[in-house]
């Protein structure tokens, strides 16, 4: 293929394919490295670039490279926290009557269910093994809400490392029933320490989880599901989500 027939088509190209015209052969790789063809490039995406009298950066070409290049997600450093300094203190009502209460090592509520219970449905049972990051803790005794009373939850964290304790869920109303998928979603704003003053409306999430029961009226809790969704999928991010709580 001759040179004037490459000057014709490469100009029609993006970026990622003129670079991969580069790795071709040697008359290609010459006739892309043509800095005019990258300058081309540079004008279809920043136009005001092209307006210098010279550019900031030696070619074109590189000036391409360096802002079209993809952004490589850095990964977190070991949080301060572990789930072994967590407990989770979480407390049901219905009607204002008190229906769960307990405090929750955070190893338990960090682990998934295993053993999948009888009688919940197909949707329910791919949410849960769905690689999607979320605290479940499986109840024992199962507990019952009748679909017609207002149910709330409150949900602390303490840390045994300097006992002190931060509040997730201030006594937020499960204000939404998912009938298809068997779940009861509340949620509220998590409170950031001051020393965090740009951090904020991050919401923590808690589901309560229960089967298809034969009773239409009332919801088998088999479950309870928290995630902090909005801003954390894994859980080195819950950790330092956690740690900037303002803690008391």
Not at 125 to 130: A, D, I, Q
């Amino acid at each position: 293929m001759t040179s004037e027939v490459l000057k014709a088509v490469f100009p029609l190209l993006d970026g990622v394919d003129l670079a991969s015209c580069m790795l071709v052969c040697k008359q290609w790789r010459d006739t892309a490295q043509d800095d005019y063809l990258w300058k081309c490039l540079c004008a279809r995406r920043w136009p005001s670039l092209c307006k210098r009298p010279s550019p900031s950066i030696s070619t074109y070409y590189k000036l391409y490279g360096t802002f079209y290049k993809r952004q490589h997600r850095r990964g977190l450093p070991s949080p301060k926290l572990s789930f072994n300094d967590l407990d989770f203190y979480i407390d049901i009502w219905a009607e204002g009557k008190l229906i769960f209460s307990e405090v929750v090592s955070g190893p338990k509520l960090h682990d998934r269910i295993k053993n999948m219970p009888t009688g919940i449905c197909n949707m329910l049972k791919c949410h849960l093994e769905s690689r999607d990051y979320k605290m479940i803790l499986p109840v024992e005794p199962w507990f019952s809400v009748p679909f017609g009373q207002t149910a709330s939850v409150s949900v602390l964290v303490g840390r045994k490392d300097y006992n002190k304790f931060a509040c997730i869920i201030k006594k937020s109303l499960f204000d939404y029933v998912d009938r298809t998928s068997f779940r009861a979603i509340a949620f509220d704003y998590l409170d950031f320490s001051p020393s965090h003053p740009f951090v904020s409306n991050i919401r923590a999430w808690i589901s309560l989880l229960f089967a298809d029961g034969t009773n239409d009226g009332v919801a088998d809790v088999f479950s309870i599901e928290i995630d902090f969704r909005d801003a954390a999928n894994n859980e080195i991010e819950v950790l330092w989500l956690l740690d900037m709580l303002d803690w008391k």
